[in-house]
């Protein structure tokens, strides 16, 4: 069966179980990777598993091309960091049939190691390679150990262990293969969620979250307040969920209508830009999270490059709720979540039973700094701008560890929550407990969806669509916005459409081929999960509910932002990656 069948096979089975049949994304996920796991073939697997193991090689060079710092016999191996080579050690050069069999056509042996400039203009060492003597590759003979008429294209060459490897894999049955991607996607982001999780609800219970939102509105005053909802919105979702924060943040955008009597259409549009954008753009929330982890990309890079897109977007979003705020007034009906006289308890709360505003950032900001900050000192240490002792990088690299990060935020959230509610051990338990379940969910939806995404890679999908690298970067960076508008669209969840977009386009960035840093995939793909908020996302609901605003109302207000925040996000994307690739 064609790969592209079994693609749509796949996300068919996905998005029929949850808008039709009201399966848990879960359960849609991993039947959808089962099925599709029965149909690929053994020989598909281990086609895909033995590329994935391939090493990147420049073949020998033209006797006649004197612009080459190649020997005309050596093939240019570019091992990857993993690999231990040694002077001696064999590769196999493996080459597709008319049948897409894989057929060995020849042996390469590790003759010497040079260091030569990467693709960064980065010296390190490379290791040069020779044909080795007594057999002539497949289609000619050996001339000086060279292949005659060089290497083909899309030959692999990949160690005889990789391909054992390979073979092993292809023999699992369908439920070792679904489980294993499953357990990978797990071993990737199950403590950062589970750790944020935690944060979320320390945050809330503790009032630290309500201190951030009073400080923000305090500082710019009434007049500032829609921008105090957008920056606080956009703060709390980085550890927050979307749903929560507007919680959060609802009853004071009502309670602040009270007070100033109009804007309250700015208010609610305010709170949705700058906590929607987070959750698609800015680690640890899940997708984002999820697809760095996919595409290889550094949490602090993503962190920075999600908050550098996030300003623009939010931007964009900011003047449309501005200017529909000019000719369209929302009233403030009735809702379930809160009566006016909570509200103007809201008003009268008491400051001084709130945490501390520097306490109350710490948790937000410390996984931030050390994530972020140990990728700033890498990255000036190796350009020479820095002199660091190694112990001192060792230090940071362990602080910066996104694990380690997120735990000791967690940590400070706990005690948090202990110091200003005086909270029992019992009570801290079910506090904690609570969280973890919340957080159970979501790492159940991301792994099953890594399980997806891995089989979906298995079928030879990934071998389709990282050809289109050679055509043009703007054009992969489109294609990963509208591939995953399209499953955001069709089934709602933001995070679930992030998740099968990256496992069929997470190839590209492994070719070496993106010519771009895959920071700008990941990011288009954040963009991408933005359009098309409608009646099928539950956000849709939680903010009409929570709102006031009629189906009606929200199909006018709700959709064509979305549409606009994430066209926005890909320009910003489509110009860094053309103009800034960073490569």
Not at 415 to 442: D, F, H, N, P, Y
Not at 447 to 458: D, E, H, T
Request: charged share 15%.
């Amino acid at each position: 069966m064609h790969p592209l069948m079994l693609l749509g096979i796949g996300v068919t089975i996905v998005i029929g179980g949850v808008l039709f049949f009201r399966l848990h994304a879960f359960l849609a996920l991993i039947l959808a990777a089962l099925v599709i796991s029965v149909l690929t073939p053994s020989a598909a697997v281990r086609h895909y598993e033995i590329g994935a193991r391939a090493v990147h090689y420049q073949p020998p060079a033209n006797k006649a091309d004197d612009n080459t710092d190649n020997h005309p016999d050596e093939w240019v191996l570019d091992l990857k960091p993993s690999v231990t080579a040694y002077a001696g050690a064999e590769y196999l050069v493996l080459r597709e049939g008319a049948a897409g069999e894989l057929r060995e056509v020849g042996r390469l042996k590790i003759t010497r190691f040079e260091n030569r400039p990467d693709a960064k203009g980065k010296q390190r060492p490379f290791a040069l390679a020779a044909a080795t003597e007594g057999g002539a590759m497949e289609g000619g003979a050996m001339e000086g150990g060279a292949m005659e008429g060089g290497a083909q294209p899309r030959d692999i060459v990949v160690l005889p262990a990789d391909v054992a490897a390979a073979e092993k894999i292809a023999d699992w049955n369908v439920g070792r293969r679904v489980a294993e991607t499953f357990g990978s996607t797990c071993t990737k982001i199950a403590i950062l969620i589970a750790m944020a999780s935690i944060i979320g609800k320390c945050l809330l219970e503790s009032g630290a979250a309500d201190k951030i939102v009073r400080s923000s509105v305090r500082l710019v005053g009434e007049r500032g307040a829609p921008l105090a909802f957008l920056g606080s919105g956009f703060l709390l979702a980085i550890p927050v969920f979307f749903d929560t924060v507007f919680y959060l943040l609802m009853p004071l955008g009502k309670a602040m209508y009270l007070r100033t009597g109009k804007n309250y259409l700015l208010y609610v549009l305010t709170i949705i830009v700058g906590g929607t954008m987070a959750h698609s753009l800015v680690p640890p929330t899940p997708g984002p999270l999820f697809v760095a982890e996919a595409l290889n990309v550094d949490l602090g890079v993503m962190i920075l490059g999600g908050c550098f897109v996030g300003l623009f977007t939010s931007t964009a979003g900011y003047i449309y709720a501005q200017v529909l705020n000019r000719f369209w007034s929302l009233p403030l009906r009735d809702s379930a979540d809160i009566s006016v006289d909570d509200l103007k308890t809201i008003m009268q709360r008491d400051d001084a039973a709130l945490p501390p505003l520097w306490l109350s950032l710490l948790p937000i900001l410390l996984p931030v700094v050390l994530i972020g900050g140990h990728t700033v000192l890498k990255s000036l240490t190796a350009s020479g701008m820095v002199a660091l002792p190694p112990m001192a990088l060792e230090i940071t690299e362990t602080l910066g560890d996104k694990n380690i990060a997120l735990v000791l935020s967690a940590a400070i959230a706990i005690g948090i929550l202990v110091w200003i509610k005086r909270t029992s051990r019992k009570e801290l338990a079910e506090s904690v407990r609570a969280a973890i379940a919340s957080g159970g969910v979501i790492i159940l939806i991301t792994a099953a969806g890594g399980a997806f995404g891995g089989v979906l890679k298995q079928t030879g999908i990934a071998g389709l669509v990282s050809e289109l690298p050679t055509t043009s970067v703007a054009m992969v960076i489109v294609l990963a916005f509208l591939l995953t508008a399209a499953v955001r669209s069709a089934q709602g969840s933001s995070t679930v459409a992030m998740i099968t977009a990256v496992g069929i386009l997470a190839p590209i960035a492994a070719s070496g081929e993106l010519h771009c840093h895959p920071v700008y995939l990941a990011l288009a793909i954040g963009c991408g999960s933005k359009p098309i908020a409608w009646m099928n996302d539950s956000g849709f609901w939680v903010i009409c509910t929570m709102s006031g605003m009629t189906e009606s109302e929200g199909l006018r207000a709700i959709t064509p932002l979305s549409i606009l925040m994430g066209c926005t996000g890909l320009a910003v994307v489509l110009a860094g990656a053309i103009y800034f690739p960073m490569i």
